[in-house]
């Protein structure tokens, strides 16, 4: 009778080391691909947006705004969408050639308007999918507070880290 070997332990073979450069870009690897997803859910919405109500996502949104505060003038509609002054100029403007708006000079102050929807306008609403101001806004308003402040002090030292002009954070996403 053969005496039996004791069975050899195999062991497994070692992982191969990851090193801290590598573990550093396969992270950036997967924020990319994080700011990709939400780029593209953007672009998604404001498709559907363009698709269902026949207008950009930020005249949408400056649309909705005007409807909400009947009489508001350039400058708070400006305020309330975060952009600049010229840049709720041209969306009322662009607003106002498809009729969607009207805009009154103020009878007590002639160099200040007063912006009003049209029946045409508040047909586009209607048609509208939400959320109005875009997905990307009702995202945040969405975040805890922690998140947000969290979310706003990493975007502010990316934004360092790119040398990005801050005066684009005044152009609305979904502008043409």
Do not use: C
Not at 53 to 75: E, F, H, K, T
Request: charged share 25%.
């Amino acid at each position: 009778m053969m005496a039996r070997m004791p069975a050899r332990k195999s062991t497994p073979p070692a992982a191969p080391r990851v090193t801290a450069a590598a573990r550093h870009a396969e992270s950036a690897a997967r924020v990319l691909r994080q700011f990709r997803i939400v780029f593209n859910a953007v672009k998604s919405h404001f498709r559907a947006v363009e698709k269902k109500a026949g207008v950009a996502g930020a005249q949408l949104w400056a649309l909705s705004v005007i409807r909400d505060a009947p009489g508001l003038g350039m400058n708070e509609l400006a305020a309330a969408m975060d952009v600049h002054q010229s840049t709720a100029s041209n969306l009322v403007r662009a607003l106002a050639a498809q009729e969607l708006v009207v805009v009154r000079k103020d009878a007590a102050d002639r160099r200040t308007v007063q912006l009003r929807v049209l029946p045409a306008g508040i047909r586009v609403l209607r048609r509208a999918p939400a959320p109005l101001a875009g997905v990307l806004p009702a995202a945040l308003a969405d975040l805890d507070p922690r998140t947000l402040a969290r979310l706003e002090r990493d975007l502010a030292s990316l934004i360092a880290t790119l040398d990005a002009d801050e005066d684009a954070g005044s152009i609305p996403l979904g502008q043409p």
